[in-house]
């Protein structure tokens, strides 16, 4: 069966410092992978999704960037962290339907 | 205009009532449709995906869908605590496409 995990789980980070999630997804290839983040009481918003190696669109302007080194990974990437990018970081992937990781959540302070 | 749009309550319950949520969404080339159910500081997890109008049904939960007025209904029969989560409403144009969420509903079901 396919799964899909994300770490970390959770992390505290200072204003203007890096920031590196990863998502990788196992039992699958080729798999359409997405970034979403949730902001403390607000619905999904779609960051970065991916159609395969390489490929990477971007959904909204930030100082955010993602990258898929490989098939199955998923890196979601800052050089210096804002207070707004303060949330809950989800990573997904599509197989007809969307599937999600257990999230990243992060502080900036 | 938000393409998929929810009150986002909170609603509160007691046990056993039967609970309605609802999603209107604005673009019209959206097919598919799906809820999901967020735990706190979790992951969302699939509960429902239906294509185009009508009803689906598993167990405790109905997923409704009219295209003509562009509404999105879950229901919850015999509500109990363990369905307290926040739950999203999506849509897609085909099944490979971009996800549109919208800002979910809080539901609580109060023993």
């Known amino acids: 069966s396919q799964t899909i995990h994300q770490w970390p789980a959770t992390l505290v980070q200072p204003v203007g410092s890096p920031l590196s999630l990863e998502c990788t997804v196992e039992g699958t290839s080729n798999p359409n992978l997405y970034w979403y983040r949730q902001a403390a009481g607000r619905g999904l918003q779609l960051l970065f999704y991916?159609?395969?190696?390489?490929?990477i669109s971007s959904e909204v302007p930030q100082n955010l960037s993602a990258s898929r080194p490989q098939d199955r990974q998923f890196i979601l990437s800052s050089k210096k962290l804002l207070l707004s990018d303060s949330g809950f970081y989800l990573c997904?992937?599509?197989?007809?339907?969307?599937?999600f990781g257990e999230g990243s959540r992060l502080t900036v302070l | 205009q938000k393409e998929v749009e929810q009150d986002p309550g909170p609603l509160s319950v007691p046990e056993g009532a039967i609970v309605s949520l609802n999603c209107t969404y604005s673009?019209?080339?959206?097919?598919?449709f799906m809820w999901y159910r967020q735990y706190s500081r979790k992951g969302p997890e699939l509960l429902m995906y239906?294509?185009?109008?009508g009803n689906k049904e598993d167990g405790r939960f109905t997923a409704q869908v009219d295209k003509s007025s562009k509404y999105i209904s879950l229901f919850i029969r015999d509500s109990q605590p363990s369905d307290s989560a926040t739950y999203l409403c999506a849509s897609l144009k085909t099944s490979y496409d971009k996800v549109i969420f919208g800002p979910g509903t809080s539901l609580s079901v109060i023993p």
């Open positions: 673009n019209s080339a959206f097919q598919y």
């Open positions: 239906t294509y185009s109008s």
């Open positions: 997904a992937w599509m197989s007809g339907e969307l599937f």
């Open positions: 991916s159609v395969g190696i390489g490929q």
